[in-house]
């Protein structure tokens, strides 16, 4: 069985610029997340989706950034424009509802120069 | 609210020690409790998970961890670590009803020297 995947795994943008990644879970999972993960640090969710309803993007820098899951399967998370300290991975990953476990995709790594 | 403290921000141990990275976790609701592990340039992987019932919990690679529900910890231990375990481990609780919201904590680097 697939895992989560994501692409690009690696992108390097210039400031202002914008920047999209894409996120394919695995089947059957209606849970998507995307995580952010700095350096050194453990992942902070930016937003939860339950197929296509995102219940948690508290957490969510709607100036610059958005998401969508426009069919409950596939998602996009773009920065608008990318900022230096948006450096970082962002990681996405999906379960099987709400109270299981999370399974992680390997990650898009995005430096902004 | 709830949180998830490891203190250990690098653990450095011989090849074929043993090991333990600790974390400790706070909350005022139930939680599940679960281990990652995170190898270079890659995502995370599920090493174990607690849901309930029996308090130690064995996972993947030979890890264990053991659930302490009066000191609100659930340590990871391993008998004998090789060098391909050299890697960022990362404790996380999830609330058990509600918003099911995931917490990780900053994780520990362990290093295994030869």
């Known amino acids: 069985e697939a895992g989560v995947v994501q692409s690009p795994r690696y992108k390097i943008i210039e400031k202002k610029q914008p920047v999209a990644f894409w996120c394919n879970p695995i089947s059957g999972h209606n849970t998507l997340y995307w995580y952010l993960q700095n350096l050194g640090q453990g992942p902070e969710l930016l937003i939860r989706y339950e197929n296509e309803e995102a219940v948690d993007d508290s957490q969510l820098p709607k100036d610059r950034f958005s998401a969508e899951r426009l069919k409950g399967v596939d998602s996009t998370l773009k920065i608008q424009p990318a900022e230096l300290g948006d450096s970082a991975v962002y990681l996405c990953?999906?379960?099987?509802?709400?109270?299981?476990?999370?399974?992680f995709g390997e990650g898009s790594w995005l430096t902004v120069v | 609210a709830q949180s998830v403290t490891q203190l250990d921000s690098q653990v450095p141990v011989f090849e074929e020690a043993p090991v333990e990275l600790r974390c400790n976790y706070s909350s005022s609701v139930s939680v599940y409790l679960f281990w990652y592990v995170q190898y270079p340039n890659q995502g995370l992987q599920l090493l174990l998970k607690?849901?309930?019932?029996?308090?130690l919990v064995k996972g993947i690679n030979g890890f264990e961890a053991e659930f302490n529900k009066s000191q609100t910890s659930f340590h990871l231990r391993k008998p004998s670590v090789h060098i391909s375990d050299t890697a960022e481990y990362f404790c996380?609780?999830?609330?058990?009803?509600?918003?099911?919201?995931?917490?990780f904590g900053t994780g520990t680097r362990l290093k295994v020297l030869a």
């Open positions: 996380a609780v999830q609330l058990s009803s509600g918003t099911y919201k995931y917490i």
């Open positions: 990953a999906s379960s099987s509802g709400s109270g299981n476990t999370i399974y």
């Open positions: 607690y849901l309930s019932g029996s308090t």
